[in-house]
């Protein structure tokens, strides 16, 4: 965006005041202002009538906030005492007594992945009958009828238990019979199953003699032939055939949707599996302007590699020396994925005890754990000592302590580095773990969203663990009461990006799309201050840029938003509904209402308890 353009539109949003008499006030009320320690000087932007959350320990909501030419906070305060910091050429905005706050730092998605999927006909997430669902499909196969009879069909954002009635499996029969020869995918909505059609498995070369690729698995017949589904790192054996978007359509694609997250309120994102291939359409977005966000990219380091320490450690620098001067990545972070997903049809996620059938009854089955404890600890002592931190993808109670335990390996060796290591989603942690977060100083990165009464918590979960684990799920404050740093991420695309639901369901574990109601709030509710910091600061610490974003202290940079309400003071329902009016990224928009076409929503569907868009993470590069 223009900033001279910029300029005259502000003015215009804030009723076109007059700066003499903008923030007009009696002297004798103005309060100090906390501005930073520099000579007075004009900002670029003040907001004023305002409710200002700065996110500083012990600090009350403001009423202004100034910002400088350099892109950084310049002060916050009253608004008579603000009214000091306007010049001949400063943009003023009245907020109405809305709130400005901090830019939202997810510290858990894949940006890019979204621009990919955002390619590709979904199924939304839906629950269909086998008629259904191969009448929506003729439906797609109509729309590309030029593609025929070779040209892939993929298909984002199936549920894999979403086939009615329930129990109804996925079969490659099912697809075959479609009126086509040319190959299906379905790519699971939780991103850890995919669901091919013969066509697509024979151009994979998949038979009953192949065998399952490490963290992964080909799901089998009684009589041992394919049955085309695929779980985990076993997906990989589809869809590296899959022809590939060019690179203009995923540059403008990933545009699109960043532009989307900007208007969301989202300032920076910590990439969760970034493969050697993402730097490079970072590099490219960043070279043509399209690249609005700080990026944390978290290096994806597979099983393999993850038995060999100094491998890893070679890989992660080798891409942090080729990528590091791109504007806006910030290098330091890897991620390693410890277990699968925890729902059932795939039940991937490594547990303590096991899964238990659809009787209740015990199985012989704890889920996969893709990297060992000792493994795991080797390589966290090795990219530990040399200032990386670690991003684990764990779900289930086993894969938690798993890398709790590689954690301490490395406190153990190399004395506390401050590194924040993380753990990502924690949908079941073993009690006897809560303290250990604090202690170890590791971070725990939770997906909120997710923390509700629907299909996934409920049908797909709570008859296959029972209960008394059912009663664990996402402890948030069961984790924050024994003193663990939280931070909030939301797996988007994994889910439509939703921000405002996301924190108003970590408060009241219902959220807008709930379906079934919510899911143990007086466990494990959050207060909104907690939510809002998880948010902000909590994840701005996680991505360690905490020294220049993540609160609006003056020098910091202005890496925030102006909603349109108060959000809090509203009620907690309506936090949802939010909407920003404008976000600033290091003191440029990056989103403003008055200017931009309405942010395209990407809420879930209102028959929830029917359809919800998946629950977790695909394995393929794009979400984990």
């Known amino acids: 965006m223009n900033a001279d353009l910029s300029r005259r539109r502000l003015i215009a949003s804030a009723g076109a005041l007059g700066v003499a008499g903008a923030l007009a006030a009696p002297a004798a009320t103005a309060a100090a202002a906390t501005a930073a320690p520099a000579r007075r000087r004009s900002a670029a932007l003040v907001i004023h009538h305002a409710r200002v959350l700065t996110g500083e320990h012990r600090t009350a909501p403001r009423e202004a906030i100034a910002v400088g030419r350099d892109g950084t906070v310049l002060a916050t305060g009253s608004s008579a005492a603000l009214r000091r910091f306007i010049g001949r050429d400063t943009d003023v905005i009245d907020a109405g007594g809305a709130t400005v706050m901090s830019g939202i730092h997810d510290g858990h998605a894949h940006p890019l992945g979204a621009g990919s999927r955002s390619l590709r006909p979904s199924l939304d997430g839906a629950s269909h009958t086998v008629a259904e669902l191969q009448e929506t499909l003729r439906g797609f196969l109509a729309d590309s009828a030029g593609q025929e009879p070779d040209g892939w069909l993929v298909v984002e954002d199936w549920n894999p238990i979403g086939l009615l009635p329930t129990g109804t499996g996925p079969h490659h029969r099912i697809l075959d019979a479609l009126p086509t020869r040319r190959p299906i995918a379905l790519v699971g909505a939780d991103g ?30 009684a009589d041992g032939s394919p049955t085309g589904v695929l779980k985990d790192d076993a997906q990989s ?102 277990d699968g997903v925890i729902e059932y049809p795939a039940q991937t996620a490594a547990l303590l005890t096991p899964y238990l059938d659809e009787h209740g009854r015990p199985t012989d089955n704890r889920g996969d754990l893709h990297v060992s404890a000792t493994d795991y600890g080797a390589l966290a002592t ?203 990224i290091g003191g440029k928009p990056a989103y403003d209402a008055t200017t931009a076409p309405a942010p395209r929503r990407t809420a879930a569907p209102a028959t929830a308890a029917v359809t919800r868009h998946g629950s977790r993470h695909r394995v393929c590069g794009c979400t984990g």
């Open 382 to 584: 090795v990219l530990d000592r040399a200032g990386w931190q670690l991003h684990a993808h764990a779900i289930g109670d086993r894969a938690v302590r798993t890398a709790l335990d590689g954690y301490e390996t490395a406190l153990l060796a190399n004395g506390r580095r401050g590194n924040r290591h993380t753990i990502a989603h924690l949908q079941l942690v073993d009690p006897a773990d809560f303290r250990r977060f604090a202690r170890l100083g590791v971070v725990a990165c939770m997906q909120l969203q997710w923390a509700m009464r629907d299909i996934w918590t409920m049908e797909a979960l709570l008859p296959y663990i029972g209960p008394r684990r059912h009663r664990l799920l996402y402890p948030a404050r069961s984790l924050q009461r024994h003193g663990a740093a939280l931070a909030g991420g939301s797996d988007w695309p994994v889910d439509p990006l939703s921000t405002f639901n996301q924190l108003r369901t970590a408060i009241d574990r219902e959220g807008a799309v709930a379906g079934q109601g919510a899911l143990y709030p007086e466990r494990e509710g959050l207060s909104r201050a907690s939510s809002l910091h998880m948010h902000t600061a909590g994840a701005a610490r996680q991505l360690r840029l905490d020294h220049l974003t993540g609160t609006l202290a003056p020098g910091k940079a202005a890496d925030l938003v102006l909603l349109d309400r108060d959000i809090s003071r509203v009620p907690v329902r309506e936090i949802s509904d939010s909407t920003v009016r404008l976000t600033l």
């Open 237 to 338: 054996l589809i869809t590296r055939h899959i022809p590939q978007p060019t690179e203009e359509q995923l540059l403008a694609a990933c545009a699109r949707v960043l532009t989307d997250a900007a208007a969301q309120g989202i300032t920076t994102f910590l990439d969760a599996a970034t493969e050697a291939a993402d730097l490079g359409v970072y590099t490219e977005l960043a070279r043509t302007g399209r690249l609005p966000q700080r990026v944390v990219p978290a290096l994806r380091i597979g099983a393999d590699l993850a038995k060999d320490p100094a491998a890893a450690l070679a890989y992660a620098r080798g891409l942090r020396e080729r990528y590091g001067q791109v504007p806006g990545l910030h290098f330091g972070t890897v991620k390693v994925f410890l």
């Open 192 to 221: 850890h199953n995919l669901w091919a059609n013969r066509r697509a498995l024979d151009l994979a070369g998949i038979t009953a003699a192949t065998p399952d690729p490490p963290g992964g698995e080909i799901v089998h017949d």
